[in-house]
């Protein structure tokens, strides 16, 4: 009798729901396309600005030029548009009229001549992220003219360059390209959280306190029916709405990175890829729906309930802030913790990572025990009589 109540109560609510075609548009229409559409947009845009200023021929205005012509020659043949001197070189970098200036001093031609490091000067302002890539390419040229000299100095005294190389450096990057695409999908993970979070937020908030504010609640309760499965049917027909949204969104993603896919940043989007994104992300449809059962149960009217809405958006943005300031390696405890889970089981799903069974463990009988703990904290809010009455 009472899994018939949820089930009642779970099919007039949707039923409700999807009469308002305009919310269940926007809900199943709009958020699966439009979070594809952005993160392949960042993509194209962030590839796009890096191949566009690694390729293009970098303009670099000279101060004292006339101090190492055989430098100012050498940057000419490298791709590098020497530009003249500004009138005010940290004026034009502060107006970002441009991005990176060299200055050479006056005694440059006297260090050079006798031989000891000769200074050049990088004008520029570390807090523009548009300027990283001429900096980095003005850097790099700058480290192998000064390599190629200081070998040429060696060679014409009868010394090998190898003699200066004390200790020869190399690198055996065990990355995966799986990995260094995930790396580039970082903020993925949030925007998959947040989506399933909230999907169920207009149809939880609507069941409770827009009832309540319609009085069409306090009929509802005074059925035979406990309060438990009522409250329950409302919650599931959240979730089934959420995860309807959720799968929408997780097709979305399959179909836009096999459509259009970006070098370096493609994806695994396989079918059993989106399924286990899809079991990492269930346990937050429930933890999204019940907190926000527990919020719409203890507010007076529907727009407080709503005013909850952008700190639960702040909740998920937290751990991927954290991850990206600072990152730290994976632990069990991790995988309790609502948010940083996902955040590790989704970037470990993108990157081909191995999941044991100790961490699916730990993640469902975290995130679905949270769940349960909201659901019962809700259903003694349910039992309050003034829960009925509109404010």
């Avoid at 399924?275 to 907190?291: E, R, W, Y």
């Amino acid at each position: 009798m009472r899994m018939a109540v949820v089930v009642t109560v779970m099919m007039k609510e949707l039923r409700d729901l999807f009469r308002d075609k305009r919310t269940v548009r926007i809900a199943l229409v709009m958020g699966p396309l439009f979070m594809p559409l952005l993160m392949l947009g960042i993509i194209t845009m962030s590839e796009k600005r890096v191949n566009t200023q690694l390729e293009k021929p970098l303009d670099l205005p000279v101060v004292g030029s006339q101090y190492a012509p055989n430098l100012v020659k050498w940057l000419a043949g490298q791709n590098v548009n020497v530009l003249a001197a500004p009138a005010d070189p940290d004026g034009e970098i502060r107006s970002q009229h441009r991005d990176v200036i060299l200055s050479i001093g006056k005694d440059y031609p006297e260090d050079w001549h006798k031989g000891i490091p000769a200074r050049v000067e990088i004008v520029e302002d570390s807090s523009r992220r548009d300027a990283e890539i001429p900096v980095e390419r003005l850097e790099r040229l700058l480290k192998t003219y000064s390599t190629t000299v200081g070998s040429l100095r060696l060679l014409a005294r009868g010394v090998s360059p190898s003699v200066a190389t004390a200790v020869r450096i190399a690198h055996r990057d065990l990355a995966t390209p799986e990995s260094k695409r995930g790396l580039a999908l970082s903020f993925l993970p949030y925007l998959l959280i947040l989506s399933s979070f909230l999907g169920g937020a207009h149809l939880v908030i609507d069941a409770t306190a827009g009832e309540r504010e319609r009085q069409s609640l306090e009929p509802l309760l005074a059925t035979p029916a406990s309060r438990e499965a009522i409250m329950s049917g409302k919650i599931a027909g959240a979730c089934v709405f959420g995860l309807l949204a959720l799968m929408l969104t997780l097709a979305a993603f399959k179909i836009s990175f096999q459509l259009f896919p970006q070098s370096g940043t493609k994806l695994d989007v396989s079918i059993v890829t989106m399924l286990k994104l899809l079991l990492v992300l269930a346990p937050v449809v429930l933890l999204g729906t019940t907190l926000l059962t527990l919020i719409a149960a203890s507010a007076k009217s529907v727009k407080e309930a709503q005013s909850y809405m952008s700190l639960l958006m702040l909740m998920p943005l937290v751990p991927t802030i954290l991850l990206l300031v600072n990152p730290i390696k994976d632990q069990v405890w991790m995988f309790a913790v609502p948010f940083l889970a996902q955040n590790q089981l989704i970037m470990k799903l993108l990157r081909l990572e191995i999941v044991t069974a100790q961490e699916w463990a730990i993640y469902l009988a975290g995130g679905f025990g949270l769940g349960i703990l909201l659901w019962l904290a809700a259903a003694r809010l349910y039992h309050r009589e003034k829960l009925a009455i509109s404010a």
